[in-house]
C-alpha cells in the first residue's frame, strides 16, 4: 500500500469512499443555516490552546490557531495568499488585518463564498480580500501565482491530498510557502475506536486520516520541500472535542427545528475525546 495513503485500518470502512464537492459543498451549505455555522471570528476550525493552562475561550483559541498560520506563512505585507478551503472568511480577514496582504480564497459551498465576500466588505477590506467557488482539485489560477498558500483544516475534505498538494504547488512562486493542517492518525486506532471516528468522519463529510508519519513523504511526491511536521494535537485535540460539544448541546433546539434527520448533528463530539490516536497536526513546506 502507499505509505501515503495511510494504513488499512484508516482506509477500511464507511469513510473509506472520499466524498465530491458537491456532497461536502452541501453540506457547509447547510451549516450555515445553523447559528453554529456562523460562528462569531468566523473561524471554522478547532482551537490551539498554547498549555493546559491557558484560560483562552473557544473563540479566542480559534483565533491562535489562526495567528499560528499566520506565524508560519510568514507572508509579506506585498504578498498574496491563496487559502485553500476558506470557510465563512475568519482566517483570511485575520491574515489581511495583520500582515496587510492580499488573500483570495476559495471554498466549495456557494454560500460560504457569499458570507465570507460580505465579512470582507463590512470590514472594510474587499479591496484586497476575496472569496470565489472553486475546487481545490483543480485550481482556476495560472502557475505561479500566488506567493503562499494554506490549507486550515479544509485538507480533511478533499478526496486526494497528495494531488492537491500538487496543484498548490503549481499556483505558488518558487520559495513560497505551503501550510496545512489536518487530522492525523497518531498511532493504530483500536477497532472500536476506527468505527466511532468513521462514523464522524462519514457524516462530517471527511476523507480517511493518514498516519502522522506519512506528511514527509505525502510533501515530497507532491514536489515541495518539507520545513516541520508538528503533531499539535495536545494543544487542540481534546478542549476543542469538548467545546464543540458544548456548542451543539447549547444548539439543540435549533438543530433538532432544521436538521433532526441528519446524522452530522446527531453525533456528540465528546465521544472522540478520549481517543488519543486521533491527532492533530501542522504541517510547514515550501515550494523548491
Ligand atoms: C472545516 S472548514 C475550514 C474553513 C476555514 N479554513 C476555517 O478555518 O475557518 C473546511 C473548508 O474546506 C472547504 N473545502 C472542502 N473541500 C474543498 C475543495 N475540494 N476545494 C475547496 N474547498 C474545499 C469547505 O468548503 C470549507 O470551507
Same mark, same amino acid.
Given at each position: 500500500m502507499d505509505e501515503a495513503q495511510g494504513t488499512g485500518a484508516a482506509q477500511d470502512g464507511p469513510a473509506a469512499a472520499g466524498h465530491d464537492r458537491a456532497e461536502v459543498g452541501g453540506f457547509y451549505d447547510r451549516f450555515t443555516r445553523l447559528t453554529l455555522g456562523n460562528a462569531p471570528g468566523a473561524n471554522l476550525h478547532y482551537g490551539y490552546w498554547t498549555s493546559p493552562d491557558d484560560s483562552a475561550t473557544f473563540?479566542?483559541?480559534?483565533?491562535?490557531l489562526t495567528a499560528l498560520?499566520?506565524?508560519?506563512?510568514r507572508l509579506p505585507a506585498s504578498?498574496?495568499?491563496?487559502? =485553500?478551503?476558506?470557510?465563512?472568511?475568519?482566517?483570511?480577514?485575520? &491574515?489581511a488585518r495583520v500582515t496587510g496582504a492580499e @488573500?483570495?480564497?476559495?471554498?466549495v459551498s456557494h454560500d460560504q463564498v457569499t458570507l465570507a465576500n460580505r465579512l470582507a466588505a463590512d470590514l472594510g477590506l474587499a479591496d484586497r480580500v476575496r472569496f470565489?467557488?472553486?475546487d481545490a482539485m483543480e485550481l482556476p489560477y495560472a502557475d505561479a501565482s500566488f506567493d503562499a498558500s494554506w490549507l486550515l483544516e479544509s485538507i480533511i475534505h478533499m478526496p486526494d491530498r497528495g494531488h492537491v498538494l500538487k496543484e498548490i504547488a503549481r499556483v505558488v512562486r518558487?520559495?513560497?510557502? =505551503?501550510?496545512?493542517?489536518?487530522?492525523?492518525?497518531?498511532?493504530? &486506532?483500536?477497532?472500536?475506536?476506527?468505527?466511532? @471516528?468513521?462514523?464522524f468522519f462519514q457524516a462530517a463529510k471527511m476523507s480517511p486520516m493518514v498516519t502522522l508519519d506519512s506528511y514527509p513523504r505525502l510533501v515530497r511526491e507532491a514536489g515541495l520541500v518539507l520545513d516541520e511536521v508538528r503533531d499539535i494535537s495536545d494543544n487542540v485535540m481534546w478542549r476543542t472535542t469538548r467545546e464543540l460539544s458544548r456548542q451543539m448541546r447549547?444548539?439543540?433546539a435549533e438543530i433538532d427545528e432544521k436538521f433532526a434527520s441528519d446524522p452530522a448533528y446527531q453525533l456528540d463530539p465528546a465521544r472522540l475525546s478520549d481517543i488519543t490516536a486521533?491527532?492533530?497536526?501542522l504541517v510547514v513546506a515550501h515550494c523548491p
Open positions: 473563540e479566542e483559541a480559534a483565533a491562535q498560520m499566520i506565524q508560519e506563512v504578498g498574496h495568499l491563496l487559502d =485553500v478551503g476558506c470557510g465563512i472568511g475568519g482566517p483570511a480577514v485575520q &491574515l @488573500v483570495t480564497g476559495i471554498t470565489e467557488y472553486a518558487p520559495r513560497g510557502r =505551503v501550510v496545512f493542517t489536518d487530522l492525523c492518525e497518531r498511532s493504530p &486506532l483500536t477497532a472500536d475506536e476506527q468505527s466511532t @471516528v468513521d462514523e447549547e444548539a439543540r486521533l491527532g492533530y497536526v
